[in-house]
């Protein structure tokens, strides 16, 4: 498996040797640093959708709970960066760790919100949050397991989440609906 991975990196990072592909990489990296575009985007939903507006905070609140939630895997984990002998990284990382990729847990986490929020949401979020996956590798940055763990990780802590997300504002004589 860690031939594979390697080997997938690879060929991965090979493609950012295109100055596009690169730069597209680099700004996909960039702004999604700590799901900075992914928590712009959800408060951005929250103050133009004010009859959703809960929902739009609570999915970005689950957003940055996938965010999180792979630091702190990172931390118990502990995997090292990659290192391509003939590649140098296209960005600098906030962090050493590797695994699992946060800016994939994210980015899956924004996909699935953004999708049970609305189903256009998804159409939009789920692109994006697949190219900022993809820039990890073209990156070189992350290894393909760690990407696959990260978008797994934000992926179910988003949709363990999505009844909350979406269930209606408490009642005022906090009858049904309560939160």
């Known amino acids: 498996m860690r031939e594979a991975d390697r080997r997938l990196l690879s060929a991965m990072r090979d493609c ?8 597209a990489a680099r700004g996909l990296s960039w702004c999604g640093e700590h799901g900075a ?12 959708d ?22 702190a895997v990172k931390l118990a984990v502990r995997r ?9 990284p296209l960005v600098r990382t906030a ?3 590797s695994f699992p990729s946060s800016h ?7 996909a699935v919100a953004f999708g049970a929020l609305r ?19 073209v990156a070189g940055v992350h290894y393909p397991t760690d990407v696959a763990a990260g978008a797994l990780l934000g992926g179910l802590t988003a ?8 269930r209606p504002a408490a009642a005022p004589d906090g009858g049904a609906g309560s939160v």
Request: with cysteine.
């Open 119 to 137: 189903p256009g949401g998804g159409n939009i979020a789920a692109p994006l949050a697949a190219a900022m996956c993809v820039s990890r590798l």
């Open 104 to 110: 994939a847990a994210s980015a899956a986490a924004a």
């Open 159 to 166: 949709g363990l989440g999505a009844a909350w997300m979406t």
């Open 80 to 88: 090292a960066r990659p290192q391509l002998p003939a590649l140098e």
């Open 16 to 23: 950012g040797t295109d100055p596009h592909v690169a730069a």
């Open 50 to 71: 004010h009859d959703h507006r809960r929902a739009w905070l609570r999915g970005t609140a689950l957003i940055g709970a996938a965010h999180l939630a792979s630091m």
């Open 37 to 48: 575009v992914w928590i712009a985007a959800g408060l951005l939903g929250a103050g133009a």
């Open 95 to 97: 962090g050493r760790h």
